[in-house]
């Protein structure tokens, strides 16, 4: 009896924040994804404080934010709005550092991509000094949750390399673009696509440093 009026009160929450739950589901068909953030946070404000930090269902609610941030990020990114993508982004990493941050380096695995991602965000919005890190220990990761020849840490030296090119760091960007070169055409293949990009960079950086030659 004592839990009765605890079960009316989150029944009575839970039928009060259902159109918050409706309406993220409406925006999310229509990829309108600020929309849904916003209608997600809405319904996690009304229900997470009724429930304990370990309930499943207030992880599950959490988690959802963190998805539709990372969306909205991506889709803000994908329209060249760099700076507006970032705190969609940093939020991201944040929720995903408290998960994985404290494992051994190998197992986080899981931070590779949201690393990037913010690091992408900053660099495209012109401020180099905070991608550099981000990308430095995505490659760190990589490097040991996925081994030293994987694709996946050939691409987090390409994107370093990119990043030290645009700092005009050419010096260092040369040797990550030679092995994440080697790296693919070891992994996929000498006519694979991803070997072509990583040729076709390569090029680019001899361009920029005058060595034609090599360029060619």
Request: aromatic share 8%; proline share 4%.
């Amino acid at each position: 009896a004592q839990f009765e009026p605890q079960a009316r009160a989150w029944l009575a929450a839970l039928a009060n924040a259902r159109p918050w739950f409706e309406q993220a589901a409406a925006h999310d068909k229509a990829k309108a994804r600020a929309k849904a953030l916003d209608a997600r946070q809405q319904r996690f404000a009304q229900l997470g404080p009724l429930l304990k930090d370990d309930h499943p269902r207030k992880a599950a609610m959490a988690k959802a934010i963190v998805d539709t941030q990372e969306q909205l990020g991506d889709q803000l990114a994908e329209t060249g709005n760099y700076r507006d993508a970032i705190p969609h982004y940093e939020a991201v990493l944040t929720a995903k550092d408290a998960l994985h941050g404290g494992k051994a380096i190998e197992a986080q695995g899981g931070l590779i991509i949201p690393l990037n991602d913010l690091a992408r965000a900053y660099r495209y919005a012109g401020d180099y000094a905070r991608a550099l890190p981000l990308y430095e220990r995505a490659l760190a990761i990589s490097e040991q949750a996925n081994g030293a020849n994987h694709p996946s840490t050939g691409t987090r030296l390409n994107n370093l390399a990119g990043l030290y090119q645009a700092m005009g760091r050419y010096a260092e960007a040369l040797p990550l673009y030679e092995r994440a070169l080697a790296i693919s055409e070891q992994a996929e293949g000498a006519n694979h696509r991803s070997t072509g990009t990583h040729l076709n960079n390569l090029a680019g950086l001899y361009r920029a440093m005058g060595r034609y030659a090599e360029a060619l």
